[in-house]
C-alpha cells in the first residue's frame, strides 16, 4: 500500500488530502483551504500561493483516481469549484441528510448537484469491496466534542493484510464514539485529527484535551505509525503537547510521513506578516 499526503496542515493548508494506491487508486478529502482568519489577520500570500498549489495537485491526483471519497461538508474536505474531479469516478461520501448539522445539509446538496460520478454512495457504516482492496466506514462521529459542527465519517482501508485509517475532523479524538473505530479495525498506520490546542481554554476545553491524550495513547499502542496533524498542527506548541503521547511512540506530522519540511504557515502567520513585505 502506498500512502501520500497531498495537501496537510504541517504542508501549509488545511486539509487532509490524502492518496492511496493499492491495486486501486483512492483520493480521501481532495481539498484544501486556508482560514480566514489567525491573529487578526487574513491569510498570508505565502499561504495562497501554497493553497493554489495544493489544489492543483489534489486535482491532479484526483484525476487518476478510480475512487474519491468525501468525508464531511467543511470546505477543506470538499471543493465545490472542482466538481469535474468527480465525473466518471466511484464517490463514496458523507450521507447528505442523515446525521449533518444545517450549514453541512446545504452544502451536500449544492456539491452533490454538481458532481457527475460513475456511482455515488452513501458510505456512513458501511463496507465496499473493490478488487483486492476493501473500504470501511465508521458510523457518523461528532466534528469536534459534540454535533454544534455536524459529523464525519472515518475511514479504514484494507490492503494485503495492511490497514490504514483516516479519521477526518474529529479534533482529538476526545469522544469514546470516536475513537471505537479505530480500536476495533486494529490499523497499522493511523492518520489522525488531533486536539484543538490552538484554542485551548477557550474553544475547546481542558478536559477534552486530557481526555483526547488518554485515547491517543490508547491508539499509539496499537499502531505502527502514528501520524497527528489537521487542527493540532496550528498550535506552535503542539509537539509539547503530546509529549505523553510520546513516550509510546514517535508521533510525526503528514510532512514528515511524506519526507518534506514541515511548515506551519498558518500557526506562523503573525510571524510571516512580520517577516516578509509584498
Request: proline content about 5%; overall charge positive.
Amino acid at each position: 500500500m502506498k500512502i501520500l499526503p497531498l495537501a496537510f496542515d504541517s504542508l501549509g493548508t488545511r486539509s487532509m488530502a490524502t492518496f492511496i494506491k493499492t491495486d486501486i487508486k483512492i483520493l480521501i478529502d481532495p481539498s484544501a483551504a486556508l482560514g480566514p482568519k489567525r491573529y487578526g489577520l487574513p491569510p498570508h500570500p505565502l499561504e495562497v500561493k501554497r493553497l493554489e498549489k495544493h489544489i492543483k495537485t489534489i486535482n491532479k491526483y484526483a484525476k487518476k483516481c478510480d475512487v474519491l471519497i468525501v468525508t464531511h461538508y467543511h470546505y477543506d474536505h470538499h471543493n465545490p469549484n472542482a466538481p469535474e474531479i468527480f465525473k466518471n469516478k466511484i464517490a463514496l461520501v458523507k450521507h447528505p441528510k442523515k446525521k449533518i448539522n444545517k450549514s453541512q445539509k446545504q452544502r451536500a446538496s449544492h456539491f452533490l448537484s454538481l458532481i457527475q460520478p460513475k456511482i455515488l454512495e452513501f458510505a456512513d457504516g458501511k463496507e465496499f469491496i473493490f478488487k483486492d482492496t476493501k473500504i470501511k466506514f465508521s458510523q457518523p462521529v461528532f466534528h469536534g466534542t459534540n454535533s454544534k459542527l455536524g459529523y464525519v465519517i472515518e475511514v479504514c482501508i484494507e490492503y494485503k493484510g495492511e490497514k490504514f485509517l483516516h479519521s477526518s475532523d474529529i479534533e482529538g479524538p476526545s469522544v469514546e464514539e470516536q475513537v471505537k473505530f479505530i480500536l476495533e479495525e486494529k490499523p497499522d498506520i493511523v492518520f489522525i485529527d488531533g486536539p484543538m490546542t490552538y484554542m485551548l481554554g477557550y474553544r475547546y476545553s481542558f478536559k477534552s484535551y486530557e481526555q483526547s491524550i488518554e485515547n491517543l495513547k490508547k491508539i499509539a499502542e496499537i499502531c505502527e505509525i502514528l501520524v497527528i496533524d489537521h487542527h493540532m498542527l496550528r498550535d506552535l506548541q503542539w509537539r509539547e503537547r503530546v509529549k505523553q503521547v510520546e513516550k509510546i511512540k514517535h508521533v510525526m506530522t503528514a510532512a514528515e510521513f511524506a519526507g518534506k519540511k514541515e511548515e506551519l504557515l498558518e500557526a506562523r502567520r503573525k510571524e510571516l506578516y512580520e517577516i516578509y513585505s509584498f
